[in-house]
């Protein structure tokens, strides 16, 4: 289905130049846009903000480097506690 949207000439200039910048088309890219828009609008439904730290992080594609995180979480969080700790101590 196509259809006609009537935007003002200065948005569809900026829409056109960037598209042609990123080689893809002017839907493809408005359909980014629009997933983007849609996902943070999600995320503004979180309130949490432990489930908000965890949704930017996973976003983020953030990870320890670990794989034994989650066997050892207790030993985990001590070992990363401590040489926060040490790295404090040193600094005074």
């Known amino acids: 289905m196509m ?4 935007i003002p000439d200065a948005l569809a200039n900026r829409l056109r130049d960037l598209a042609q910048r990123e080689k893809r ?11 983007q828009y849609t996902e943070t609008e999600e995320a503004a439904q979180i309130v949490n903000p432990l489930l908000r730290l965890a949704q930017a992080a996973e976003q983020a594609d953030l990870r320890s480097g670990r794989a034994d995180v989650s ?6 969080l001590n070992d990363l506690l401590d040489e926060d700790l040490g790295k404090r101590d040193d600094a005074q």
């Open 3 to 6: 259809a006609d949207l009537m």
């Open 25 to 35: 088309s002017v839907a493809d890219v408005l359909e980014a846009m629009i997933e």
């Open 71 to 76: 066997e050892h979480f207790d030993d985990v």
